[in-house]
């Protein structure tokens, strides 16, 4: 099954030390996927240029949109579940990565299970961005598992390949990503396994406005 997992930031500057963070713990949930058979993708916003002024893929006519997010749209498609990788930035998720999500239509995502993955470079690993970032995976459809995955001070946890430092208990923080990362492939099985068996039929997403979801007046 594949996964994709986006790093949530791209900062690429300091202060604050050290810059991209992200990268360490996207790696390390690559390297957890790896070891439970899945094929994981990494997404890096850095490597992906987003039209402007801002123009979401579903915007375009079918097939027309720019090279890239015409890529992204196909991964995004074509994978079975997602692992959303975030930093805390003024207790909210990182605006990059909601950026770039806003950029896909929900019918993309739907049905499929997301993972929320917070850091930090201090004590609260992002909790606080993880609690709105539930809200916004559920309305693109991507459902996120109930176990989540905060790192506080990633940069004593991770080195910059996102391998553990020295001074950690690597067994017990594999224990703690497996537990979120089994989660999310248990459910994206579950999901494959209906997709493919045909037994039911998707729900329409809404394709006109947004209106189509409205109560009747
Ligand atoms: C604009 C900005 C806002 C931040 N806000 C928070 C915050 O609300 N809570 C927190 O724990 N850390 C916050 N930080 C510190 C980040 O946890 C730290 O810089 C981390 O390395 C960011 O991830 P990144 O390196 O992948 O961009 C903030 C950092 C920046 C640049």
Known sequence: MKFLVFIGSERDSTPPRPARLGKRVAAACVDRLRTQGAEPILVDPLKIH???PFKPH????????PEQLEALANQIAS?????????EYNHSMSPTLAHLLNHFGSSLFSYKPSAIVTYSAGQWGGARAAVNMRTFLAELGCLPVSAMIHVPKAQEVLDEDGTYLD?????QWDGYLDRTLHQLVWWADAAQHQRLSGEAKQPDAFTKAPSQRNAPS
């Open 79 to 87: 994978a079975d579940g997602y692992v959303m990788v975030s930093p």
């Open 167 to 171: 001074a950690v208990d690597a067994a």
């Open 50 to 52: 987003l039209p402007s």
């Open 58 to 65: 579903f915007s375009y006519a079918r097939g027309k949109a």
